[in-house]
Nanobody, 123 residues
């Protein structure tokens, strides 16, 4: 079982930045693809970004492309989500997730999930 712990959420004004971190317990972290998802109140969880085990392949939702950057440090067993130019519509609980195999945008294909971290963007 892989345990994931997100951090870095908070309250920020529109146009500001935050960096989320997700630390994994698994010693073979380097063999897992990682993803970030978010869920706003009353809405379904949606894909935000994903990264392959090597970091060589990344995917982004259209709504965050050009503003968010996903990266990873396998030595630290941590994946990051740098969020710039934040908008009120980015307000949500952000979750990281992990899966064996390639990176994917499909929520159903991830095996383990963190507890989430709240991001609130004020206008």
């Amino acid at each position: 079982q892989v345990q994931l712990v997100e951090s870095g959420g908070g309250l920020v004004q529109a146009g500001g930045s935050l960096r989320l971190s997700c630390a994994a317990s698994e010693r073979t972290f380097g063999s897992y693809a990682m993803g970030w998802f978010r869920q706003a109140p009353g809405q379904e969880r949606e894909f935000v970004a994903a990264i392959s085990w090597s970091g060589g392949t990344t995917y982004y939702a259209d709504s965050v492309k050009g503003r968010f950057t996903i990266s990873r440090d396998n030595a630290k067993k941590t994946v990051y989500l740098q969020m710039n130019s934040l908008k009120p519509e980015d307000t949500a609980v952000y979750y990281c997730a992990v899966r064996r195999g390639g990176a994917t945008m499909s929520l159903r294909e991830y095996d383990y999930w963190g507890q989430g971290t709240q991001v609130t963007v004020s206008s």
